[in-house]
């Protein structure tokens, strides 16, 4: 996640439980900024310059003066199962949490997209998913773009209803749909599990760009300015190569769309 204000990238390792920050020309100077006794999923920026960090059950908050808050243990929201857990979430225009669930077990098809606002009311805008994934809103905000991974679809919503609703959906094939950015053109960077690639689609699912990758398990994407920086995982993989895992950045030439804020406060 790039922050405009602090000119830096924040990532998250899902494994080791925590959030970096990365700062420097090249953003190669790495810090944990928050370790977590559980799963960190993704972090989000807020409007007053904090952040909002998804563990794997729970809601965090991180003030600008880095004081952290438990927030909201959601385990109702996760229907109580406890090898269920919160994965890819993103901020939309009128700053409430989007946020999707996938279940490490081996129940299948039942995954949410949910939505909360900062009054703590969560409202399940898609259930069925096989595991919720990447978001992302079009420079409108009109438009929600959403991978269910396993299923190798991004799903297009009309987000100008009261209750979001699917209008077209496309194919992401070889590999599988993870997480995705949108750049200032309209179009999606999606990460390729699996792939070696970040491909760029049209807002129609029309294929347009691919950009290797070193790492087999591309995870994610986000913009800085028209760098496009890249996360990779060696989860899955028995043979980890050093390229496995690591954090890349590539020149794209296009600039990436608005990074929207937590409404809630991140000091209380």
């Known amino acids: 996640m790039w922050d405009d204000r602090e000119q830096c990238v924040y990532s998250v390792d899902i494994r080791s439980h925590r959030v970096y920050r990365h700062d420097g020309p090249d953003l190669s100077q790495r810090t944990v900024i928050h370790e977590a006794d559980r799963a960190v999923t993704c972090v989000l920026l807020a409007q007053d310059g904090g952040l909002l960090i998804v563990e794997r059950d729970r809601l965090v908050t991180r003030s600008v003066d880095g004081q ?50 900062p009054a703590g009311h969560i409202e399940t805008i898609a259930r069925s ?77 029309v294929l347009d760009a691919r950009l290797p990758v070193p790492a087999r398990h591309v995870t994610a994407a986000t913009f800085a300015g028209e760098e496009l920086f890249i996360t990779t995982a060696t989860e899955g993989l028995d043979d980890p190569a050093s390229a496995d ?24």
């Open 129 to 205: 998913l096989t595991l919720s994934n990447g978001l992302g809103f079009d420079a409108t905000g009109q438009r929600l773009f959403h991978t269910d991974t396993l299923r190798n679809r991004v799903i297009v919503y009309d987000y100008a209803a009261p209750t979001p609703v699917p209008v077209r959906s496309f194919t992401v094939e070889p590999g599988y749909p993870d997480g995705l950015a949108v750049d200032a053109e309209g179009y999606l960077w999606i990460a390729v599990w699996g792939g070696s690639e970040v491909r760029r689609y049209s807002p129609t699912g």
């Open 245 to 268: 895992g690591g954090l890349y950045c590539a020149h794209v030439g296009v600039p990436g769309g608005t990074n929207h804020r937590w409404a809630g406060p991140t000091d209380a």
């Open 68 to 117: 952290v808050r438990i927030g909201w243990t959601l385990a109702e929201a996760l229907g109580g199962d406890p090898q269920r857990r919160f994965n890819d979430g993103v901020i939309d225009p009128q700053g409430r949490l989007l946020i999707g669930t996938l279940h490490e077990g081996d129940v299948e098809n039942q995954e949410l997209l949910l939505r909360m606002d």
